[in-house]
């Protein structure tokens, strides 16, 4: 979709293209005459020269901390940033991956804390990433297609004013359930930065089934 609105953001509205974000996933729907889709595009505009970027807010542990300048006038002092490093445009949000540039955030699927009635739900970790970097505190973040409220979740949450539009009412009651339960304290969220479980192999489902290696010595 990102093809299409591009020219629409950067020809008619004269808009200023910053990143073109990946946001992959590991797990997702199973095509079966076409690769399985694996990550969304975010396009990030501005309408000039002046904007907010936050980097050190996002800033991801660096994988070598102890590399040093070989010449030049820093020679022999760290090259790096004792903050981390810049977390780059492909997000695989995973402490563990933060180390390779790829922020892996999973998707909202059936066994998500997150998981509403809405088909195609985002979680609100990947809007915490944008709020936090592209704007400040006390800042307003407006949301045209609201859903079920994720993004406003995500500015509320980091101190910012939250503003929505949503046409399908069945949406917006959960949109406002799941605010009212952010301020009562019991919203299930996916803590920012968890690592994503990996199977260890000994798991049942993680095996071949039987049937598979009794086909496989068959054809054999």
Known sequence: M??????????????????????????????????????????????????????DNVRVPAKYPGKRHYKGPNVGKPSGNPKGKNPSDVWEILVKDWEDCLWDIPNVKSNHPEKTEHPCQFPVELVERCVLALTHEGDYVFDPYAGVGSTLIAAIMHGRRAIASEKEQDYVAVARQRIASYFNGNLRLRPMGKPVHTPSGREKVAQVPSEWKTSESNDE
């Open 2 to 55: 990102d093809i299409y609105y591009y020219n629409i953001f950067k020809r008619r509205f004269r808009l200023y293209l910053r990143n073109r974000i990946v946001w992959y996933f590991g797990h997702g729907l199973h095509a079966s005459k076409r690769f399985s889709g694996r990550y969304e595009t975010i396009l990030w505009f501005t309408k000039s020269d002046s904007y907010i970027f936050n980097l």
